[in-house]
């Protein structure tokens, strides 16, 4: 494995480069094909490693005594090697391809490889056609090298660069200003995470003197239960995850990041960069299975994001924000999963979320797309006789969403619910919240739907005239996802546990160590809750109803339902923003205009005026001496006479 | 007697006055004028002093003075009327072309 496996970085950081840097020269089918095609390139190398996973034995693919976490563990180069007075460091450049992994690179490059075809149509028209796939392919590589990255200093390289081509990406329109703001804010946000990992590095570095996951995972297995140790480094990794994949309180960036184009949103903001945070804390079960408190504040983030982030969605307008806040809420059903023990189902939900979310975004895509760029769903409707083939795809993925059995959507959200109840004591409100999150979620999906593919149309007429279904390369990608949207379920149902016996090597490997730090049943264990599924259907009959009844006939001027207040609270999302605003940007603000105007300005700029200004002065002063005036001169003269007289009798 | 710090008093302000005329005054001839009347306080001075110290050299010096003085004006006179002679007017200001 080791002789590919190189190749997933190299494919996509060669698209990066040579569309970056001769991209203009080239023409939109020599572009398209380099940037999909290192990605399409790195989809078969997944497959392929994959496939030879699957040959492998899982007694072969972990093993925590030695110094490698079993054969998809090499290193590819040996860079930091030193001993450092009574410790030692040593970082190596390696890649590590388990199932974990492997689950994360076919959706990187699986949904990807979509997405960048459906690149092809939706930007055909912009004359940055090639900086696009250029950076989209920087993305990939980032997002991959954050997963095959065998030690955690790799994994943050790829954590940071995925934060770039986020940056890059939502500013991609550029000479927009809202754009920019929102990459900034992004970027912003992102580095704040990037604090926390970089700071439980440091910690780890310190402790034990490695970085790479064997080591770190074999030595903290030898931790008791709730060190502090352990838990510091688990909560500043989880300040990092909270922040890439927007869950509270750092969330704020992720609705804004819709100024990128409608593939970014897709790929980025749904599919991909947002569930590393669930990646990184599921590669580290290790740690949060030692530390109660830890995974306790993962759930309690993750079911709190959801349910805020759903009432927030169920008052959007845009298209694109509905979706965001979906993900933010989806996300953090996987947050609380990870949170209460069952990586594999939080896994699980992020490969259906990622077929679903994205199918979705392409969707919304396609509705932008055929209406020149408008975005608000209150001047919309009636598409769906209009758009018939992105009806349907959205339809899907709106059932996939809700819940609907059997589309994959179902299996997934069923499975985290059920391991929230399973656990018992407080983890009921988790549960509470994951089934008001869900209800949410039925609602505002379909009420989405409505307004936009069905009543009257509210569209303005010259927009009208040029409504078209998407193209070809557009529509495909759309319906590959919306066959996986629908039967991806299957890899994960009671009874056919593929994905949770896939995933066993990487996390039941703990009961090996003969220790069950978390007393909650796996996957495989929970019975199916006839009681929990009857209350979802009932649910999703409700809120479905709820929403054709109110939004069936269009849009209401405000939730006439909610009282005024309620509005406005969940139209300022919880006036986070405000809060920030007045914590964070109105103090720096003022330190930056005070350090520019009396730093800067007053006392830096006025010591070097004020040596210019002392040294004309001087000069003024001196200006007699060479005036050719001769009264000056005898004065001088005198002055000099009383000056010595005066020096002469002073000794006296 | 008259004491002798009279006399220097005496002299001081005349020095004094024509210090103060070299300085404040433009035409050249006044100019000239509070030189000697400089120079007069200074011999005033050397006078008062060898009368004191009971000495000849104080008023020998005198002689010197006085010499010196009169061929000073000669020389002095004879810039000014040139200069009179080529700008038409004497004002100690108007001659700055040493400027620089």
Redesign the interface.
């Known amino acids: 494995m080791q002789n590919y496996a190189w190749l997933l970085l190299a494919l996509p950081l060669a698209g990066f480069a040579l569309n970056g840097a001769i991209g203009r020269r080239l023409s939109k089918n020599a572009i398209a094909w380099i940037g999909c095609g290192s990605v399409g390139l790195s989809l078969v190398v997944s497959v392929i490693a994959y496939l030879q996973l699957l040959s492998w034995r899982p007694e072969q693919m972990v093993d925590l005594g030695s110094s490698t976490l079993g054969k998809g563990d090499f290193t590819y180069y040996n860079w930091v090697t030193s001993l450092v007075g009574a410790g030692t460091l040593k970082i190596d450049f390696g890649m590590l391809i388990d199932p974990l992994t492997a689950v994360m690179l076919l959706v990187i490059t699986g949904v990807g490889f979509l997405i960048h075809v459906y690149s092809i149509g939706y930007m055909r028209d912009d004359p940055d056609y090639s900086r696009f796939f250029a950076y989209m392919n920087l993305f990939i590589f980032s997002m991959v090298m954050l997963v095959v990255a065998n030690n955690f200093l790799f994994l943050l390289v790829g954590w940071g660069l995925v934060g770039l081509s986020s940056y890059l990406l939502i500013g991609f329109w550029y000479m927009r200003k809202t754009a920019v703001l929102a990459a900034r804010k992004a970027l912003i946000m992102n580095i704040i995470g990037d604090v926390g990992i970089m700071l439980a590095i440091f910690l780890m570095v310190r402790q034990w003197g490695f970085v790479d996951y064997a080591h770190v995972f074999a030595k903290a297995a030898t931790y008791k239960s709730g060190d502090p140790i352990i838990t510091a480094i688990c909560l500043l990794l989880l300040l990092g995850a909270v922040a890439k994949s927007a869950q509270l309180p750092l969330h704020t960036w992720l609705p804004d990041a819709m100024e990128g184009p409608t593939p970014v949103s897709a790929l980025i903001h749904a599919a991909t960069m947002v569930t590393a945070g669930v990646y990184l804390i599921a590669r580290c079960h290790v740690l949060y299975d030692l530390s109660p408190v830890s995974a306790g504040i993962v759930a309690g983030i993750g079911a709190s994001t959801a349910l805020l982030a759903a009432t927030i969605a169920v008052v959007q307008n845009d298209i694109k924000r509905v979706l965001a806040y979906s993900t933010m809420s989806q996300i953090g059903y996987m947050f609380l999963a990870v949170g209460v023990g069952a990586y594999a189902s939080g896994m699980f939900h992020l490969v259906t979320h990622a077929f679903f979310k994205a199918l979705l975004f392409m969707g919304a895509g396609s509705v932008i797309h055929a209406m020149g760029g408008e975005q608000d769903i209150r001047k919309m409707g009636a598409l769906g006789k209009r758009l018939p083939q992105t009806y349907v795809l959205f339809t899907l993925g709106v059932l996939a969403i809700a819940g609907v059995p059997p589309l994959s959507g179902f299996w997934s959200k069923d499975e985290i619910l059920a391991h929230a109840w399973a656990w018992g004591d407080w983890h009921i409100a988790l549960w509470a919240m994951g089934v008001g999150t869900a209800g949410l979620t039925v609602f505002y999906m379909f009420r989405l739907g409505y307004l936009t593919f069905l009543g009257s149309s509210r569209v303005e007429r010259d927009v009208a005239a040029h409504i078209h279904e998407a193209p070809l390369s557009m529509t495909a990608p759309m319906s590959v996802l919306g066959i996986l949207a629908v039967l991806g379920g299957f890899i994960q149902v009671p009874g056919f546990t593929q994905l949770n016996d896939w995933l066993t090597p990487v996390f039941g490997t703990f009961s090996n160590a003969g220790r069950n730090f978390i007393a909650n049943p796996r996957s495989a264990d929970v019975p199916f809750e006839w009681g929990a599924f009857a209350i979802l259907m009932v649910l999703i009959v409700v809120a479905f109803s709820a929403a054709r009844t109110l939004y069936q006939a269009g849009p209401r001027p405000k939730l006439s339902v909610v009282p005024a207040p309620v509005y406005t609270f969940l139209v300022e999302k919880w006036y986070f923003d405000r809060l920030y605003e007045l914590l964070f940007e109105r103090p720096v603000y003022w330190l930056s205009r005070f350090t520019w105007a009396r730093l800067d300005r007053g006392f830096i700029d006025g010591l070097v005026n004020g040596v210019a200004r002392g040294i004309a002065t001087t000069s003024n002063d001196l200006r007699p001496a060479?005036?050719?005036?001769?009264?000056t001169y005898?004065?001088a003269l005198?002055a000099g006479v009383v000056l010595i007289l005066v020096l002469a009798i002073g000794q006296r | 007697m008259v004491s002798t710090s009279a006399y220097l008093v005496v002299g001081a302000i005349l020095f004094s006055l024509g210090?103060l005329g070299?300085?404040i005054r433009?035409n050249p001839i006044v100019i000239f004028m509070s030189i000697e009347m400089m120079l007069n306080a200074a011999n005033l001075t050397f006078v008062a002093l060898s009368r004191q110290l009971h000495s000849m050299d104080g008023q020998i010096f005198v002689f010197f003075v006085m010499t010196v003085a009169a061929a000073e004006v000669v020389i002095g006179l004879a810039i000014i009327v040139s200069i009179f002679r080529t700008r038409n007017e004497v004002d100690?200001?108007t001659?700055?072309?040493?400027?620089?």
């Open positions: 060479e005036s050719g005036f001769v009264r005898a004065m005198v | 210090a070299v300085l433009r100690v200001d001659v700055n072309s040493m400027k620089g």
